[in-house]
Nanobody, 121 residues
């Protein structure tokens, strides 16, 4: 079984910072890309940032220059450093990892349970 566990969400004032973490554990042979998504009520889930095994990154335009995605390959962990937070960043943030659970299996997407980020004064 593969499990992704997120942490680091919470309440922060506009202009503040938060750092999200997501650790993958369980039966893992290899991890390809990892990423963060978010969803607000009434909206579809939105890609926030992704990072490949080669540390190539991609961001949605609305967070460029404010958010930074990184990963620790040895710890199977992906991070999202969020600076200059705005009220419109309020959402449930989910991490996703593309994982090969065994050498003879196939690549599959795994999701975390989500962590709430609220930006409000």
């Amino acid at each position: 079984q593969v499990q992704l566990v997120e942490s680091g969400g919470g309440l922060v004032q506009p202009g503040g910072s938060l750092r999200l973490s997501c650790a993958a554990s369980g039966s893992i042979f290899s991890i390809n890309a990892m990423g963060w998504y978010r969803r607000t009520p009434g909206k579809q889930r939105e890609l926030v940032a992704t990072i490949t095994t080669g540390t190539r990154t991609n961001y949605v335009d609305s967070v460029k220059g404010r958010f930074t995605i990184s990963r620790d390959v040895a710890k199977n962990t992906v991070y999202l450093q969020m600076n200059s937070l705005k009220p419109e960043d309020t959402a449930v943030y989910y991490c996703k990892a593309v994982i090969l659970a065994s050498s003879i299996g196939s690549w599959n997407d795994y999701w975390g349970q989500g962590t709430q980020v609220t930006v409000s004064s």
